[in-house]
């Protein structure tokens, strides 16, 4: 969607009050593959490195891919939602697959990653 958005000149709004932990698809693969392979029981979150706002990572994809970050525009959640329900912090606590051993990319090296596949 960010990327769309900006190869059309268009600007992008991104929620600033909003946190989430992204993850490269294929780090996600890896890591529930490693998990398997170590035999290791129980609930692992399997995120990104890193917690950002909507609007960092959408920042940080701009800044990867060359495109005009000033399209980029910081919006409140409550200013899209119109009251309902809608959890602020979606981020991760991957501290436990980190003590296993697994350790996915923050996103900017996820982004980095992802932009040599396309």
Known sequence: CVLKELNNGRDFYAMDDSFISPVFLDELCEGVDFLIGQGV???FHLGGDDRL???EFAL???RQFELDP???????TKEILDGSFYPLD?????SKIKQ????????RNGLIKFARQM
């Not at 000033?70 to 409140?76: D, F």
């Not at 979606?90 to 991957?94: A, G, N, Y």
């Open 41 to 43: 029981n129980g609930v």
């Open 53 to 55: 706002s909507k609007y």
């Open 60 to 62: 940080e994809i701009a």
């Open 70 to 76: 000033k399209k980029i525009l910081p919006i409140n």
């Open 90 to 94: 979606t981020s991760l606590d991957i």
């Open 100 to 107: 296993e051993g697994y350790t996915p990319s923050n996103a």
